[in-house]
């Protein structure tokens, strides 16, 4: 459970990151993800590039939020992979998450977020307080399996 709590913080973290890009959130967002990626030396400065290329492709964006999707996903790996390698990134990344959401426009603050099971576990977290609810959906698209009719007691009489 432990894996999938933390995946759901990678991606409030990432959706995030990607909802300040082009608001007055952005500085906050910016420094605080280089703050984090600090425990990653050689990764910072990656970072730094990959978070300002981003927010310019959002703001050149015709549609901003569309944009923001497309990236969300590449945001929450990055987050992956840094509390993976440094657990004790845990407890900034949440209180990042607290900090820049509260700096959002009143649009960014939510997000509609749909997670589709396709034979396993679904988690899905938004914004502070949240919870993680684990949803197991059987296999999809697999042939149900198919048992016997059970035998019916026969009396030879």
């Known amino acids: 459970m432990l894996e999938e ?3 759901a913080l990678a991606l409030t973290g990432g959706t995030t990151v990607v909802a300040a890009m082009a608001t007055d959130a952005w500085q906050t967002a910016r420094n605080k993800v280089i703050q984090l990626f600090n425990r990653d030396q050689a990764r910072q400065a990656a970072i730094a590039v990959q978070l ?3 927010n310019a492709l959002v703001m050149q ?3 901003a939020d569309r944009a923001r999707r497309g990236l969300a996903s590449a945001w929450q790996l990055q987050m992956e992979a840094l509390l993976a390698r ?3 990134a845990e ?4 209180a990042m998450v607290e900090q820049v ?3 959002l426009p009143q649009s960014q603050q939510s997000w509609v977020q749909h997670i589709t099971a396709n034979g396993g576990i679904a988690a899905g977290a938004q914004g502070p307080g949240s919870g993680v ?3 197991n959906q059987p296999d999809v698209g ?3 399996v198919r048992r016997p009719p059970a035998a019916e007691d026969s009396d030879a009489s």
């Open 5 to 7: 709590a933390l995946g």
């Open 52 to 54: 300002d290329g981003d």
């Open 61 to 63: 964006s015709d549609d």
């Open 86 to 88: 440094h657990h004790d």
């Open 91 to 94: 407890s900034e990344l949440r």
């Open 101 to 103: 959401r509260a700096e």
């Open 133 to 135: 609810h684990i949803h």
């Open 142 to 144: 697999r042939a149900p």
